[in-house]
């Protein structure tokens, strides 16, 4: 069982490390001080769905974080 979570820990943590990479730079500048920023964005379907799967991926990973971390699987 211990193997297990340590293999879907790693395969999460890599994911999850790609999924990041994905997703569009939002860096706003000067503009977000303001929050004038947003004021036009929206998000696109392939990006909300992008955001939905690196959320699930996150849960994932930390929940094999707290069983192995507090030794809750032998």
Known sequence: MLGLIWTVQVI?????IVLVLIHSPKGDGIAGIG?????FSSQKGAEKNLNKVTAV?????????FLLGFGLVK
């Not at 999460?12 to 999850?16: E, K, M, T």
């Not at 929050?35 to 004021?39: C, I, K, P, T």
């Open 35 to 39: 929050g004038s920023a947003h004021l």
């Open 12 to 16: 999460s943590a890599i994911l999850l």
């Open 57 to 65: 991926v996150t849960v994932v990973f930390v929940a094999c974080v």
